[in-house]
């Protein structure tokens, strides 16, 4: 018997709309890093941290990385200030002194310095330049070996490691800032007054003092700017506030040649004034002072500074503390290149200084005979001073006073040949001949490119 189908009805009823909508998966929680950073509502995480926990948390980064945190946020420079303003950071980061014997070799490296650079620069941000110096550099003024004359030691690097952080420092800053900082560095160290009781005496007789101010003034003013730009402004702002024969006085002390090593008194040696005036000197010690005059030279741009600037400069530099040897005149001016030496020679020319003018071309015809100059640039030389003069008559005196000249300078040294000399005979014959082949191939080249 087939079961009756039951009549009892089962009721529904609708459920609410949300419940019928498809359920989506709960999304999967994102763990993210949260940085914390000052709250204008309250203080940061690390104000609740004792001035102890923080120093010690900064001992563990290098200086480079201090200067990285530095920049986070203005609360974090002003942690790390009162940090590297501490006397515990200061002896264990800035070496007292940089002689082997009282601190370690890697706190004295030059890379460390422009790291110490860096970080000064970077948590002095937000000051005025003024209080950026003076917070600067009241760090470094306690420290013997940064200012003049207050080392002894001879080979002592604390000058070369100053410049390497003030270049760092610096790197960037505007024409007018660097003024104020020539200025504050000035009124640190006493520079003006030091160079000025310098150059008022005579040369040679504060030797200890030239080299002073020679040190302080290339390894933290002009060598360590790798970009001739900002040597030349260094240069000029150490020039300008001196008269013409001061100028040239302090030019030589920063750039003249050096006695060999172990003369006089010190190590490094002293500076050489007497020998530009006894004895010709080779290329390598008029080097350096030949690169200080083509980088004025190429400064003419600067309110103030012309041509007649450096020719009166070059006036007074080749007669202290007398007139120069000719030889050395006349390589200075090859080195200088040939639109220096020309001007040079153009001037004197145009002054009726023509047995000046006549002799220094001998002695450079000799100079590239010596240096192994090509004879073809004297030459040139030569018939650039010829067009100075105007009449036909003119060309031919000068000409004439040249030819005669080469004549009175063979004539001397044959002379000084025979009669001997402290320097030895053979070098004196040996530079006889030596004029006498250049006057051969200055005077081939000459007639080959005027029949030419």
């Known amino acids: 018997m087939a079961r009756k189908p039951s009549k009892k009805r089962r009721k529904f009823t609708l459920a609410p709309k949300s419940l019928l909508q498809k359920k989506t998966p709960r999304p999967r929680t994102v763990r993210t890093t949260m940085t914390r950073s000052p709250s204008p509502a309250g203080p940061s995480f690390f104000t609740w941290l004792p001035t102890e926990v923080v120093h010690m948390v900064l001992d563990q ?3 480079l990385e201090i200067s990285v945190f530095s920049m986070v946020s203005k609360e974090i420079t002003n942690y790390v200030v009162t940090y590297i303003s501490s006397v515990a950071w200061k002896n264990k980061t800035i070496a007292q002194s940089f002689h082997p014997s009282t601190c370690l070799e890697q706190r004295s490296t030059a890379e460390h310095y422009r790291d110490l650079g860096m970080l000064f620069k970077r948590c002095t941000l937000l000051l005025p330049t003024k209080d950026r110096l003076k917070f600067i550099f009241g760090n470094f003024s306690q420290i013997p070996c940064f ?4 080392c002894l030691a001879p080979d002592c690097p604390g000058f070369s490691r100053y410049g390497a952080f ?4 610096i790197a960037g800053w505007d024409e007018l800032e660097c003024h104020r900082v020539f200025n504050f560095l000035c009124g640190l160290t006493n520079l003006m007054q030091k160079a000025e009781a310098v150059m008022t005496a005579k040369p040679g ?3 200890y003092q030239e080299l002073q101010l020679r040190l302080f003034c290339r390894h933290v003013l002009l060598d360590p700017w790798p970009n001739q730009p900002e040597c030349q402004f260094w240069l000029l702002q150490l020039l300008k506030p001196w008269p013409m024969v001061s100028q040239a006085h302090l030019l030589f002390i920063l750039y003249g040649p050096l006695l060999p090593e172990g003369q006089i008194m010190h190590r490094i040696g002293t500076l050489g004034w007497q020998d530009l005036v006894e004895r010709g000197l080779p290329l390598s010690a008029l080097w350096e002072l030949a690169k200080a005059i083509i980088m004025l030279s190429g400064k003419l741009d600067v309110k103030g500074w012309t041509t007649d600037s450096m020719l009166a400069i070059w006036e007074e530099l080749t007669a202290i503390p007398q007139p120069w040897h ?7 001016l090859v080195l200088c290149g040939s639109r220096f030496c020309y001007t040079v020679l153009a001037s004197k020319a145009l002054n009726g200084r023509l047995m ?3 002799r220094l071309i001998i002695y450079i015809i000799l100079v590239c005979e010596k240096d192994g100059y090509h004879m073809s640039w004297a030459v040139n030389l030569v018939q650039q001073i010829c067009k100075v003069f105007t009449t036909a008559p003119e060309k031919f005196s000068f000409i004439q006073q040249l030819e005669n000249t080469f004549s009175e300078v063979i004539r001397e040294f044959f002379e000084v040949s025979v009669a001997g000399n402290p320097f030895g005979d053979r070098e004196i014959f040996q530079n006889l001949c030596i004029l006498l082949d250049s006057s051969a191939h200055f005077h081939a080249k000459f007639l080959y490119m005027l029949l030419k």
Do not use: F, G, T, W
Request: net charge negative; no cysteine.
């Open 61 to 63: 980064l290098s200086v």
């Open 356 to 358: 000046e003018v006549s």
């Open 326 to 332: 000719v030889e050395n005149m006349a390589r200075l």
């Open 205 to 207: 007789v504060k030797p």
């Open 147 to 150: 200012m003049l004359e207050q």
């Open 166 to 169: 003030l270049q760092i420092l």
